[in-house]
C-alpha cells in the first residue's frame, strides 16, 4: 500500500438491509436492478480499488447513478463503507475512532460540493476562515490566511461581501478557498462545477489545473462529464453501475478502452489531440530513412501535423535524447481513425450519385452507449428519499461535515445531472445527432 496519497481496495457500499450479507454471497454478481428487485439493496459502490499518487489529479468519472457521490462520500467516511479497506496517507480510514476522523476532515481532507455550502450570514472571509475556526485558530491569524487564499482564487475585494451578493463562479471560489484555507493534503471535488454555466464552468477548470500548478494537491474529481474529466485528470477511472471499469490515463482511455462500454463513452474524443506519438510511434522499417524531423514522444498528433507535411520522412519520435521509435503520415492518419474496425468501402460513384442527398444520415446508427448505460442506471436510480441519509453520518460542526451525505438539494442535483449526463451525449454529437 506503501506510499499513495488515497489507497482503496475492495471497496464496498450497499445502501438497504442486511447489506453486508450480499458481499461474498452470489447477489453480488446481480445487475443493480435485480439486485434491488431481491433484496432491496443498492449495490452503489461495488469491489472498487484504485490508488492515488501524492499530488494526483484524479478523476472518478460516470454517468448518473453510477456511484461516483457515494464513493467519494466513502472516502472520509461521511457514508460508511459496507466492506474493504481505506488508506489516506498509510492510514486505515476504517479503523479511525470518531475523534480521528473528524482530524481527518478538519486538517487533511477537505470537500468542495456543487451546492457550495456556504453560510450565508457569514461574510466572504469568515467563510473561508470556517475550517480554520472549527480548528481553534485566532481571528487575525483566520483572516490573514482567508485573505491570502482569496487572493489566490482571484476573489481579493470581496472579502466583506455576503455569498448571495456573489455569482455562483464566485461562490464556487469561495468554497474552492475554503476547501483550501485548512491546507488540507487532499481536496475532494464532487461535481463541483455542474451548476455553473458553460462559460463559468470552463473559467474554473482553468482555475483547478491552475491551483493544482501551484500549490500541487492530491486532487479527487467527481464528474458525469468526459470532456471535463479529460481537461482534468492525469488519470481517470471510469465508473458503471457501482464498478470501475477502467482506470487510465486520457491517452489510454481513448486509445485502449477497455471494452465497448469505455468504447462508446471515448468515441467522439478528438484522437489526435488526446494520442501522442510516444502511443503511435513504432519500431522502424530496416530500409526507413531516419533523417525525418525530430519530435518529442509527448507532443500530441494534431501538433506534430505540421513537421508531418513539411518533410515525406518519418518523423522521429525522442525522449530524453533516446529515439523512442518512429511515425509516418500513414501512421499518423490510421491513428486519428475513430476506432480499428472494419473499413467502410464507398458505394460506386454512380449509385451514390443516384442517392439522394438525405441518404448517409439513413445509414444504420450505432445506438449511443451512452444513453443506453445512462437510461439502464438512471432507470434504476430512485430518487433518494431524505429520510433514507439517517444511515450516514450527519452534518457536524466543521465544514465539510456541514454538508449533508444525502439531502434534498443532492436530490434536486441528481435530476440535474441525470439530465445533463444525457445531454453530453447528444451535445458531443453521437451518431446521428451531428
Ligand atoms: N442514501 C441512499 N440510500 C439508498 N440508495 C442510495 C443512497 N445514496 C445513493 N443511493 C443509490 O446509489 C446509487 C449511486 O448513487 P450516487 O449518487 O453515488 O451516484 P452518482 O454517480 O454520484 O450519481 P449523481 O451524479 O446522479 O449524483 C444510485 O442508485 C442511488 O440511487
Redesign the pocket.
Same mark, same amino acid.
Given at each position: 500500500m506503501g506510499t499513495a496519497a488515497i489507497d482503496v481496495r475492495g471497496l464496498w457500499k450497499i445502501?438497504?438491509p442486511k447489506a453486508d450479507r450480499i458481499i461474498g454471497s452470489p447477489d453480488a454478481d446481480l445487475e443493480?436492478a435485480q439486485l434491488r428487485a431481491k433484496t432491496g439493496c443498492?449495490a452503489?459502490?461495488r469491489d472498487v480499488s484504485f490508488e492515488v499518487r501524492p499530488g494526483e489529479v484524479f478523476v472518478v468519472m460516470?454517468?448518473?447513478?453510477?456511484?461516483?457521490?457515494?464513493?467519494v462520500r466513502c472516502l472520509t467516511r461521511l457514508?460508511e463503507p459496507t466492506a474493504g479497506e481505506l488508506r489516506i496517507d498509510g492510514q486505515d480510514v476504517r479503523a479511525m475512532s470518531a475523534k480521528q476522523l473528524r482530524e481527518l476532515r478538519r486538517h487533511r481532507v477537505s470537500m468542495v460540493f456543487q451546492h457550495f455550502g456556504l453560510l450565508p450570514h457569514r461574510k466572504v472571509v469568515d467563510n473561508v476562515g470556517y475550517g480554520l475556526e472549527i480548528q481553534g485558530v485566532g481571528k487575525a491569524e483566520r483572516h490573514e490566511k482567508a485573505r491570502s487564499i482569496l487572493s489566490l482564487v482571484g476573489l481579493e475585494g470581496h472579502e466583506d461581501s455576503y455569498p448571495e451578493q456573489l455569482s455562483g463562479g464566485m461562490q464556487q471560489r469561495v468554497g474552492l478557498a475554503r476547501a483550501l484555507a485548512v491546507d488540507p493534503e487532499v481536496l475532494l471535488f464532487?461535481?463541483p462545477f455542474s451548476a455553473l454555466d458553460p462559460l463559468i464552468r470552463r473559467d474554473m477548470q482553468a482555475e483547478v489545473i491552475r491551483l493544482h500548478r501551484e500549490v500541487g494537491k492530491t486532487m479527487v474529481f467527481?464528474t458525469?462529464d468526459l470532456s471535463e474529466a479529460l481537461k482534468l485528470g492525469e488519470r481517470i477511472a471510469i465508473?458503471r453501475a *457501482?464498478a470501475i471499469v477502467q482506470v487510465g490515463t486520457p491517452e489510454e482511455l481513448v486509445g485502449a478502452p477497455a471494452d465497448d462500454y469505455v468504447a462508446d463513452f471515448v468515441r467522439d474524443v478528438p484522437r489526435a489531440q488526446v494520442l501522442s506519438l510516444r502511443w503511435i510511434s513504432r519500431a522502424p522499417e530496416p530500409d526507413e530513412p531516419l533523417d525525418g524531423p525530430e519530435l518529442p514522444a509527448d507532443t500530441v498528433i494534431h501538433d506534430a501535423v505540421p513537421a508531418a507535411m513539411a518533410s515525406d520522412r518519418p518523423i522521429r519520435v525522442v525522449a530524453d535524447g533516446e529515439l523512442v521509435g518512429v511515425v509516418s503520415r500513414v501512421d499518423l492518419l490510421g491513428a486519428v481513425r475513430p476506432e480499428p474496425g472494419p473499413v467502410v468501402v464507398a458505394a460506386p460513384i454512380e449509385q451514390s450519385a443516384e442517392k439522394p442527398a438525405e441518404e448517409p444520415a439513413e445509414e444504420p446508427v450505432d445506438e449511443p452507449a451512452g444513453e443506453s448505460g445512462g437510461s439502464e442506471?438512471?432507470g *434504476?436510480?430512485?430518487?433518494?428519499a431524505s429520510g433514507?441519509?439517517g444511515?450516514?453520518e450527519q452534518p457536524g460542526e466543521d465544514a465539510q461535515e456541514e454538508q449533508p451525505?444525502?439531502n434534498e438539494g443532492?436530490t434536486s442535483?441528481?435530476a440535474e445531472?441525470?439530465t445533463r449526463?444525457g445531454a453530453w451525449v447528444a451535445s458531443t454529437g453521437a451518431p446521428g445527432e451531428a
Open positions: 445502501f438497504g443493480p443498492t452503489a459502490v460516470g454517468l448518473s447513478g453510477s456511484g461516483k457521490s457515494t464513493l457514508i464532487d461535481e467527481i458525469h465508473m *457501482g442506471e438512471s *434504476g436510480d430512485e430518487p433518494v433514507e441519509a444511515e450516514e451525505a444525502r443532492d442535483a441528481t445531472a441525470r449526463g
